[in-house]
């Protein structure tokens, strides 16, 4: 009961706090005669969306991937308009997609839209061995150096066009590595593993950090601020998914028959 209790106040602040965050900004940047009412508010609703579909994915809730297709919608035309093309490809050509078979993934693994004895079923979740860890550290690591390859490849095109002054390896880093760490994270995700919060955790804290930088530059749209909340309250969140995916997943160790195979 106090961990019921515990989530129920935790997912409200989260909830709360996100879009009177956002409410706060968009009042302020509204003020300013240059910005563009309807595409602000579009994305901080957006941003909301994705705040209520990363709280219902923490909570095993199936209900997670509708509210993310309305996320991945809304983040692509952000990204579209913000010039960011292989953010706005990867959400249009993967993580759409990736909704549906999240989705046929949960149900197979006991989620429900429909509630029994006064709550929804929620997703079975399961955990990584050694030999699967391998194969994530593995496909980070070369995954990375390939989009950090082809991000370097861009921005050297970009250098010799006279479009940037140079490359900034550290930023370029960065960028590929949160790039191959939402494709890991989606998959362990819709797969239903545990182990996909202490991925979503470092995805969180990299995409503030490149948010913030965006930030700080002078091309800064006015929409970027509430990109950072927002990874703010996702990092929040992914704490506590990872807490409550732990135990997900010892409640099925324990269903899990003695001896045989389960698949």
């Known amino acids: 009961m106090k961990n019921k209790g515990f989530n129920f106040w935790f997912n409200l602040f989260i909830l709360i706090g996100m879009a009177a965050a956002v409410l706060f900004v968009d009042i ?34 199936i209900w997670t991937f509708f509210f993310g297709v309305l996320d991945v919608l809304i983040c692509s035309y952000a990204n579209l308009d913000s010039g960011n093309m292989g953010q706005f490809l990867q ?12 989705f046929w993934q949960w149900k197979k693994r006991g989620a429900s839209f429909s509630a029994e004895g006064g709550e929804v079923r929620k997703v079975r979740a399961r955990r990584l061995d050694r030999k699967q860890w391998g194969y994530v550290g593995a496909a980070l690591f070369v995954g990375t150096l390939v989009a950090y390859g082809i991000l370097f490849w861009i921005d050297k095109a970009q250098m010799a066009a006279g479009k940037i002054a140079g490359i900034d390896n550290a930023k ?30 470092l995805v969180n804290v990299f995409s503030i950090l490149l948010w913030t930088n965006r930030l700080l530059s002078a091309e800064a749209s006015s929409y970027t601020v ?8 996702y990092l929040l969140n992914s704490i506590n998914g990872l807490r409550i995916w732990l135990h997900l997943s010892k409640h099925d160790e324990a269903d899990m028959p003695q001896h045989g195979s389960c698949c």
């Open 28 to 61: 302020l940047e509204i003020q300013d005669g240059d910005v563009q009412i309807v595409k602000q508010i579009v994305i901080s609703l957006g941003a909301i969306m994705g705040v209520v579909n990363t709280v219902l994915s923490a909570n095993g809730n």
């Open 91 to 102: 959400h249009v050509l993967y993580f759409l997609p990736m909704q549906f078979v999240g």
């Open 172 to 201: 370029l880093v960065l960028d590929a590595a949160v790039v191959v760490l939402n494709i890991i994270g989606q998959i362990l995700m819709s797969l239903a593993f545990a182990d996909q919060w202490y991925i979503w955790n």
């Open 226 to 233: 509430v990109m950072v909340i927002k990874y703010v309250f």
